[in-house]
């Protein structure tokens, strides 16, 4: 999960929320928001200079033909602010846009457990791919995150997500995968033109999991601080498809 903001997209500290977020609105990308999201893609993609454990996160991959064909396949959502602006973006990719990634080409050489990954292939999986928010937008990002995280929950068995820890830990959406049950399975190595060498932490949230997590009153709080209705963004009843046949994600 490449993910990029101003600030970390959870609210652990008990700080408030700033005023006028409760009135974003998300939505599904539409072909008209590429060039904001190419904006935002740019403003935080990887830079050779910058130093390490800088706040804010960076972005790996996606030209403007992989962002198109994202929104034309429903893998993209966005955070509007109160003046219709992009706030902030997000990318999940569904079972069979993940299955036809690099990364799940890699599942063989990556650094988890056999047996999990022999799950992996009897389930339905969905994977966070990027999250990218205006610096000072965590509240948007977040928000947007959780809306996007349920909605895939609906249609899958599990939801896998990726950060970078080798050369240069990304770790601005590690707050926020905690906060709702993420758990470090194994680590996958990838390499990336000009950059080179990348490990990443995989990290998974079966649904199982996250409706038990969702269930806890100190969660409930998490959902009304991110904005999340009582009743919707809890609700994974909606639209839920079969798993496949095999073994289930616990």
């Not at 068995?157 to 970078?164: F, G, N, R, S």
């Not at 758990?183 to 033109?193: A, D, K, L, M, N």
């Not at 100190?218 to 009743?231: I, K, N, S, T, W």
Request: charged letters at 25%.
């Amino acid at each position: 999960m490449a993910a990029a903001g101003g600030d970390h997209p959870t609210n652990p500290g008990g700080v408030e929320q700033p005023q006028g977020c409760g009135h974003r609105t998300v939505r599904m990308g539409e072909p008209a928001d590429l060039d904001c999201l190419l904006a935002l893609r740019e403003a935080r993609a990887w830079r050779d200079d910058a130093p390490a454990g800088a706040p804010g996160g960076f972005l790996l991959g996606s030209d403007r033909a992989q962002y198109r064909e994202h929104v034309a396949h429903g893998r993209v959502m966005v955070s509007l602010a109160a003046d219709g602006g992009i706030d902030a973006f997000s990318v999940v990719l569904d079972d069979d846009a993940f299955r036809a990634s690099e990364l799940w080409e890699q599942r063989g050489h990556a650094d988890v457990p056999a047996e999990l990954v022999a799950r992996f292939e009897l389930a339905r999986l969905a994977y966070f791919d990027q999250l990218v928010a205006r610096p000072g937008r965590a509240w948007g990002s977040a928000r947007l995150a959780f809306h996007h995280m349920v909605d895939a929950m609906r249609r899958h068995d599990a939801l896998l997500a990726t950060t970078v820890v080798e050369p240069v830990a990304n770790g601005a959406a590690l707050p926020f995968l905690r906060e709702v049950g993420f758990e470090v399975v194994g680590h996958v190595s990838e390499t990336y033109p000009r950059i080179g060498r990348l490990c990443s932490a995989v990290h998974l949230l079966t649904r199982d999991v996250f409706e038990r997590r969702m269930a806890r009153p100190d969660a409930r709080r998490f959902g009304a601080l991110v904005g999340a209705g009582e009743g919707d963004a809890h609700d994974l009843s909606k639209g839920r498809r079969a798993r496949r046949p095999g073994t289930p994600m616990a």
